[in-house]
């Protein structure tokens, strides 16, 4: 499989595609590889380097043997946050995922907006993001990331996301954000994933911050 991962992202090079395309093993919680393509602007959507059809024919010639079910999905980048400049600098990212309740995605960003603007101060070194499925009917998921140079970074202990935002928005305004949140975010599922040898496209440059567009198999 990350033979035939690493032949399609060759594959995409060939094709003058300037898109990175790492792919990402997901090591608890899902036996699913992830290949995400960086964040674009929208307009590229309607004139992709590769059209979806050649895309998935030639994955289905090289990996679709090896390829239980497919799924595209494409994300919406939420402002904030402190995601690094080029995420694939980075081998292991922390997934959560959270599907909130309707009319609730106000209470879900001024929580992280809090809590982004409480990391900025208190741990400036941290790189996380968070995006929004925009491709799937059902409610609202959004996915918060947090980049990692190796598991090693896990085993220090970190404050509680309250704790932080106490330390800049004191206590009362947390609990109210907080309480605010957990009223509406429902359905947490967490996992932790691992960049594979499959590499880039040849040439690859990262176009600015818009989507994202992640296929999983």
């Known amino acids: 499989f990350e033979e035939a991962a690493r032949e399609h992202a060759q594959w995409h090079g060939s094709q003058n595609d300037p898109?990175?395309?790492?792919?990402?093993?997901?090591?608890?919680?899902?036996?699913?590889?992830?290949?995400?393509?960086?964040?674009?602007?929208?307009?590229?959507?309607?004139?992709?380097?590769?059209?979806?059809?050649?895309?998935?024919?030639?994955?289905?010639?090289s990996g679709g043997e090896y390829t239980q079910t497919l799924e595209t999905?494409?994300?919406?980048?939420?402002?904030?946050?402190?995601?690094?400049?080029?995420?694939?600098?980075?081998?292991?990212?922390?997934?959560?995922?959270?599907?909130?309740?309707?009319?609730?995605?106000?209470?879900?960003?001024?929580?992280?907006?809090?809590?982004?603007?409480?990391?900025?101060?208190?741990?400036?070194?941290?790189?996380?993001?968070?995006?929004?499925?925009?491709?799937?009917?059902?409610?609202?998921?959004?996915?918060?990331?947090?980049?990692?140079?190796?598991f090693a970074s896990m085993a220090a202990p970190a404050a509680a996301p309250q704790d932080v935002m106490a330390q800049v928005h004191g206590a009362p305004a947390t609990m109210l954000a907080s309480q605010a949140f957990s009223e509406v975010a429902t359905g947490m599922d967490s996992f932790s994933a691992s960049s594979t040898s499959s590499g880039l496209a040849p040439d690859a440059v990262t176009p600015p911050p818009a989507t994202m567009t992640g296929r999983s198999a």
Do not use: K
């Open 19 to 61: 898109t990175p395309w790492p792919t990402y093993q997901a090591l608890t919680g899902h036996g699913e590889y992830a290949f995400l393509m960086s964040n674009v602007p929208w307009s590229s959507l309607d004139n992709p380097a590769i059209s979806p059809a050649d895309d998935v024919e030639h994955w289905a010639a």
């Open 73 to 150: 999905t494409i994300w919406t980048a939420i402002p904030g946050g402190n995601p690094p400049a080029d995420p694939t600098a980075y081998p292991i990212v922390q997934v959560f995922e959270f599907e909130v309740d309707y009319g609730g995605m106000p209470a879900v960003m001024e929580g992280l907006s809090m809590y982004s603007e409480a990391m900025h101060q208190v741990a400036p070194d941290v790189h996380f993001g968070w995006s929004r499925v925009v491709s799937a009917d059902g409610p609202e998921v959004v996915f918060i990331a947090v980049w990692r140079q190796d």
